[in-house]
């Protein structure tokens, strides 16, 4: 096999041709390997190679639907037990993982090859992948733009070709954003589809989602299938489909109901070209005979903002109040990570629960717009890949953060909320990118990014498809039908071609 053929291939055919001996797993592993000898110097997609592990692996036999292919994972929360999970930062850089998660176990036990784990910004947090600790990953559509975030780095090596489908995770966009930025599909599932256990019962609240990113639409049903279900100390189970996701996609999915919007729900300005990807998606719809109306849920979107926010400042705050009950210290972090934590020490265990009470309000909302819609549709960001200049925080905001930091008033103004306009505009200003994808999170519910548009200057920008909780074979099948209609497997950039 050419390395050309091997990253034409998805994860379905390539196990498809381990299981009719057409190719072996040391095969692949090879040419997985020379891929990324190939291509991660230039695109800093994998942050820990594990190639010792996986040619153990391959020397055994190996059984299950992903038998024999070589995969990565994320380097947060996917938990390999032995190698740390860094999520971007020197602190967790140092602490192995004692246990796999439920995650990289049942990939394990479906017989794929994990080849290493891909960059993430520091805890995951942003939309954008450039920690301190392991560098930028660069887009391999266009070098001077970021592949998105918090999944970046799988992003980046799936559409460059190193793997056919790589672990990625969903707190506030992190499948979608980097999905729409590199040409992949990125399903996120609704809460409790997959188990993060059994490090953490729930990530932030439940508003995170484990998923994966792939090209093909079949290798997203059929890592669903091997990911979903409840695991023993789980806070909840959600009721399993009548069948196999994989043979659910490839039903019809009738004659659907979609409203759509292309207004930010925070009224930030909305890119031209978002705006015609949307436009591109529903003349699409329209020829497969959807009913494609305007219409959006009744929801205010600067509150579910600021619940946004309330639980990011919350989280990353007791995430670092552990590090420091381990030994670290804040200076460990970086500046931005410790900025907010030093917010979400601010905040009273009030105040936080308040915010949270107020998710229902979402859910309600999209509880009403789906009696009338089977699904919504919006741009998946409202902006075309961003250079990563674009995401750099401004030299006068990180001046001022250094000195609150440093003199130790960061936390007293925010306790009485002298810093309030500074955190409007940070929020602001990053929420101008992604405004769209953190309303599935706050309301648990599932989401896809599809590749259907790029712009004119051969930038993959994607929509997002947001539908009820448990309906992930909806979106499956309505993808399947894209993806036939608008296909999309056969575009690379030029990097993955030479």
């Given at each position: 096999?050419?390395?050309?053929?091997?990253?034409?291939?998805?994860?379905?055919?390539?196990?498809?041709?381990?299981?009719?001996?057409?190719v072996t797993p040391s095969e692949l592993l090879r040419l997985a390997i020379d891929q990324?000898?190939?291509?991660?110097?230039?695109?800093?997609?994998?942050?820990?190679?594990?190639?010792?592990?996986?040619?153990?692996?391959?020397?055994?036999?190996?059984?299950?639907?992903?038998?024999?292919?070589?995969?990565?994972?994320?380097?947060?929360?996917?938990?390999?037990?032995?190698?740390?999970?860094?999520?971007?930062?020197?602190?967790?850089?140092?602490?192995?993982?004692?246990?796999?998660?439920?995650?990289?176990?049942?990939?394990?036990?479906?017989?794929?090859?994990?080849?290493?784990?891909?960059?993430?910004?520091?805890?995951?947090?942003?939309?954008?992948?450039?920690?301190?600790?392991?560098?930028?990953?660069?887009?391999?559509?266009?070098?001077?733009?970021?592949?998105?975030?918090?999944?970046?780095?799988?992003?980046?090596?799936?559409?460059?070709?190193?793997?056919?489908?790589?672990?990625?995770?969903?707190?506030?966009?992190?499948?979608?954003?980097?999905?729409?930025?590199?040409?992949?599909?990125?399903?996120?599932?609704?809460?409790?589809?997959?188990?993060?256990?059994?490090?953490?019962?729930?990530?932030?609240?439940?508003?995170?989602?484990?998923?994966?990113?792939?090209?093909?639409?079949?290798?997203?049903?059929?890592?669903?299938?091997?990911?979903?279900?409840?695991?023993?100390?789980?806070?909840?189970?959600?009721?399993?489909?009548?069948?196999?996701?994989?043979?659910?996609?490839?039903?019809?999915?009738?004659?659907?109901?979609?409203?759509?919007?292309?207004?930010?729900?925070?009224?930030?300005?909305?890119?031209?070209?978002?705006?015609?990807?949307?436009?591109?998606?529903?003349?699409?719809?329209?020829?497969?005979?959807?009913?494609?109306?305007?219409?959006?849920?009744?929801?205010?979107?600067?509150?579910?903002?600021?619940?946004?926010?309330?639980?990011?400042?919350?989280?990353?705050?007791?995430?670092?109040?552990?590090?420091?009950?381990?030994?670290?210290?804040?200076?460990?972090?970086?500046?931005?990570?410790?900025?907010?934590?030093?917010?979400?020490?601010?905040?009273?265990?009030?105040?936080?629960?308040?915010?949270?009470?107020?998710?229902?309000?979402?859910?309600?909302?999209?509880?009403?717009?789906?009696?009338?819609?089977?699904?919504?549709?919006?741009?998946?960001?409202?902006?075309?890949?961003?250079?990563?200049?674009?995401?750099?925080?401004?030299?006068?905001?990180?001046?001022?953060?250094?000195?609150?930091?440093?003199?130790?008033?960061?936390?007293?103004?925010?306790?009485?909320?002298?810093?309030?306009?500074?955190?409007?505009?940070?929020?602001?200003?990053?929420?101008?990118?992604?405004?769209?994808?953190?309303?599935?999170?706050?309301?648990?519910?599932?989401?896809?990014?599809?590749?259907?548009?790029?712009?004119?200057?051969?930038?993959?920008?994607?929509?997002?498809?947001?539908?009820?909780?448990?309906?992930?074979?909806?979106?499956?099948?309505?993808?399947?039908?894209?993806?036939?209609?608008?296909?999309?497997?056969?575009?690379?950039?030029?990097?993955?071609?030479?």
């Open positions: 096999m050419s390395p050309n053929e091997y990253s034409s291939q998805d994860a379905t055919d390539l196990a498809r041709l381990v299981r009719e001996r057409e990324y000898h190939r291509l991660n110097p230039t695109l800093n997609a994998v942050c820990q190679p594990m190639f010792d592990i996986a040619q153990k692996r391959v020397q055994a036999s190996l059984d299950g639907p992903l038998a024999g292919v070589p995969i990565l994972i994320k380097d947060a929360i996917q938990d390999y037990a032995g190698l740390p999970t860094a999520s971007g930062s020197k602190v967790f850089a140092r602490i192995p993982a004692r246990r796999h998660s439920h995650i990289v176990q049942r990939l394990l036990d479906a017989g794929a090859v994990i080849i290493g784990k891909t960059n993430t910004p520091e805890l995951a947090l942003k939309g954008v992948t450039d920690p301190e600790l392991f560098g930028s990953t660069l887009n391999p559509w266009n070098l001077a733009h970021s592949p998105g975030g918090s999944s970046g780095g799988s992003a980046a090596a799936v559409a460059a070709g190193m793997v056919p489908l790589a672990g990625a995770n969903d707190g506030g966009g992190s499948i979608r954003i980097p999905a729409a930025y590199c040409g992949l599909f990125g399903l996120r599932p609704s809460r409790g589809r997959v188990s993060v256990g059994p490090a953490a019962a729930e990530i932030w609240e439940g508003a995170n989602s484990d998923g994966v990113l792939t090209r093909s639409v079949r290798d997203s049903a059929l890592a669903l299938d091997i990911l979903s279900g409840a695991q023993p100390g789980d806070p909840f189970a959600i009721a399993p489909p009548e069948t196999t996701f994989s043979e659910l996609a490839k039903r019809d999915p009738g004659r659907l109901r979609i409203g759509f919007s292309c207004r930010s729900p925070v009224d930030t300005p909305v890119h031209r070209d978002a705006v015609r990807a949307l436009e591109d998606a529903v003349a699409v719809l329209q020829d497969l005979g959807h009913e494609v109306v305007e219409s959006e849920p009744q929801y205010d979107g600067q509150l579910l903002a600021e619940c946004y926010l309330t639980m990011y400042f919350g989280q990353v705050a007791a995430t670092l109040d552990e590090a420091r009950a381990m030994g670290a210290r804040d200076e460990e972090f970086e500046l931005l990570t410790r900025a907010l934590a030093a917010f979400g020490r601010s905040l009273s265990s009030a105040s936080y629960v308040r915010s949270h009470r107020q998710w229902n309000q979402f859910s309600q909302a999209l509880g009403l717009f789906y009696q009338q819609h089977d699904l919504f549709l919006t741009p998946a960001v409202a902006h075309p890949p961003v250079r990563h200049e674009q995401a750099r925080l401004p030299d006068r905001q990180r001046t001022t953060l250094e000195w609150l930091l440093r003199t130790g008033l960061l936390p007293l103004l925010a306790r009485y909320g002298k810093l309030d306009r500074m955190v409007e505009n940070m929020a602001r200003r990053n929420l101008t990118f992604v405004p769209f994808t953190q309303l599935a999170n706050l309301t648990g519910t599932p989401a896809m990014s599809v590749p259907l548009y790029w712009t004119e200057n051969n930038l993959p920008l994607g929509v997002q498809f947001c539908g009820p909780v448990g309906s992930e074979a909806l979106l499956l099948q309505l993808a399947t039908q894209l993806e036939q209609a608008r296909p999309w497997r056969d575009r690379w950039p030029a990097l993955a071609l030479e």
